[in-house]
């Protein structure tokens, strides 16, 4: 049931990323604006990426939830200790220096941005990049939750962060407020909601920290083995992060609107990533570092368990994207006569098509990973983001300029090309991964078995949802999408549990719906 936890609080916190999204969309539409709030938040997610979730999930999670398998409640209490200190003390160090250096990261990132757009980044840097240094205290919070399998808690409170950002918009919008000085008011929106987000999860995690004293690590055994894993960790997620600044600067240099296309495209590709494969992985590390105590056999069943889930949700949300993509944008026109228009949605569905070809790779990657962490390998994943990186780069930018001759909604789709290499570069990944996880764990069949079947029930799923899609009349967006989309959802349910590959149960949830009770439980 960790997943499900993981899940419910991950989509709840998507659900109101989608409203910000619209509300964003409404407002701000897809120009100079949109570019520079893209890149604003892309540039101090640098601190984040490096220090934040991902890389405590690698190094921190493992040697703390092994410390309290084992016993050891106050060594691990010295640990969480260390780390906040440590964590604290580098967040808001790097946080300083991008206050400091804003004009600086503005000329030498994006090298396309000039007048206007460069300006407004400049603005909105010094705001940003303190929120960020917040969120990395708020993702040691959650590996606090996390390893003691409290995890609704620390994957529901980004949804604070989302609220405030939403509030501080509408809001400021009541107060007439345009422009400018409405996307500063966002900005100033983020960073409470990032303040909130640490502050919510704090009273669940109390209940852990009796023992917990910040400290910079000196002295503590078992620091120096968070340091050691947290090293390789930082060293691919800083490829990673070279990775998104590369995005940034390519995407600056295409015509105005690209970069605010992609940030469209992206929230919605990393919705189900996120709530599927991101959710697994989350629940199921701290349950592989356990099971390192139990064998490799406990291990591999785990990570074969955990890509079966992955697959069965993602293959679905690819075909989604890849068929449904002026309907699974109507979210972003939901309120009327903003600055969103049918145009920017076409775009934006075109651009998320591309990027959804990746979809089931990367999902799938997230739990490769998260067993080599669990294994305690960090340097396998850390050498592999360095290859995905580099060809999804020269793809990318391969690809972008051709791509932007090209126009859809009225826009060039330089973009689509940048979304084409980031897909040819999750798939390497995977293959990569693959090939190493083997060598460490034989007999992982990597959804071999079930694999065909999820495609299979994709694809009649995707011509029962293609009806309506050409036989409905022009109508409101989100009765097309609800018409279109719905069929789609409840055909691969029903399929794969015809099929006997569901891990649902959808024939125990329907009996218990009936009955309005019952015995019997879905699996998650």
Do not use: C
């Not at 000196?218 to 992060?241: D, Q």
């Not at 075909?319 to 969103?340: H, K, M, N, Q, W």
């Amino acid at each position: 049931m960790a997943a499900s936890r993981v899940a419910a609080g991950i989509f709840i916190s998507r659900v109101l990323g989608l409203v910000r999204e619209s509300v964003f969309a409404h407002y701000f539409g897809n120009g100079a604006l949109a570019d520079a709030w893209r890149a604003g938040l892309r540039i101090p997610n640098v601190v984040q990426n490096l220090l934040g979730e991902g890389s405590l999930s690698a190094s921190f999670i493992p040697v703390y939830a092994r410390l309290l398998e084992e016993g050891r409640e106050r060594e691990a209490a010295r640990v969480a200790g260390a780390v906040l200190g440590l964590l604290a003390v580098a967040a808001g160090a790097i946080a300083a220096a991008g206050v400091w250096g804003a004009p600086l990261l503005t000329r030498f990132i994006t090298i396309g941005f000039t007048g206007e757009r460069a300006d407004i980044l400049v603005s909105l840097l010094p705001i940003l990049f303190p929120m960020t240094a917040v969120l990395v205290v708020s993702a040691w919070a959650l590996g606090i939750l996390n390893s003691h399998r409290r995890f609704f808690v620390s994957y529901v409170a980004p949804a604070l962060w989302n609220v405030a950002i939403i509030t501080a918009v509408v809001g400021a919008a009541s107060w007439g407020l345009m422009g400018v000085e409405l996307l500063l008011a966002m900005a100033w929106g983020a960073l409470a909601g990032g303040a909130l987000q640490l502050l919510f999860q704090l009273p669940f995690a109390a209940r852990h920290l009796r023992h917990v004293v910040p400290s910079l690590g000196r002295r503590v055994a078992h620091v120096g083995e968070v340091v050691r894993n947290f090293v390789p960790i930082v060293a691919a997620r800083g490829a990673v992060n070279l990775s998104a600044l590369l995005d940034v600067a390519l995407a600056s240099l295409l015509a105005q609107g690209a970069l605010g296309i992609m940030g469209y495209a992206q929230t919605l590709y990393l919705l189900p990533i996120s709530v599927f494969g991101l959710s697994i992985a989350a629940a199921e590390l701290p349950e592989l570092s356990r099971d390192t105590v139990a064998g490799e056999e406990a291990v591999r069943g785990r990570a074969d368990a955990a890509v079966r889930k992955v697959l069965f949700w993602l293959v679905p949300s690819a075909a989604g994207y890849i068929f449904f993509g002026d309907e699974v944008t109507a979210f972003l026109r939901i309120l009327p006569s903003g600055e969103f228009g049918a145009g920017d949605a076409t775009a934006v569905g075109l651009v998320l098509g591309v990027f959804a070809l990746g979809l089931p790779a990367s999902g799938t990657s997230r739990v490769l990973s998260s067993t080599f962490f669990a294994l305690g390998d960090t340097r396998t994943p850390a050498r592999i983001a360095y290859a995905r990186i580099a060809v999804s780069a020269v793809i990318g930018f391969a690809l972008m300029y051709p791509l932007d001759r090209l126009t859809a909604g009225g826009f060039g789709m330089g973009a689509a090309g940048l979304a084409a290499g980031a897909t040819a570069g999750a798939w390497l990944e995977l293959r990569l991964l693959a090939g190493k996880v083997r060598d460490r764990l034989p007999g992982l069949t990597f959804g071999r078995g079930r694999l065909g079947r999820y495609l299979l029930a994709a694809a009649v799923a995707s011509l029962v949802g293609l009806v309506p899609a050409f036989l409905l009349p022009p109508v409101h967006p989100l009765l097309s999408a609800a018409a279109t989309l719905l069929p789609f959802g409840v055909t691969y349910l029903a399929v794969t549990e015809a099929m006997g590959v569901s891990p649902v149960r959808l024939r125990t949830l329907l009996r218990r719906l009936r009955g309005g009770g019952g015995a019997g439980d879905a699996s998650d």
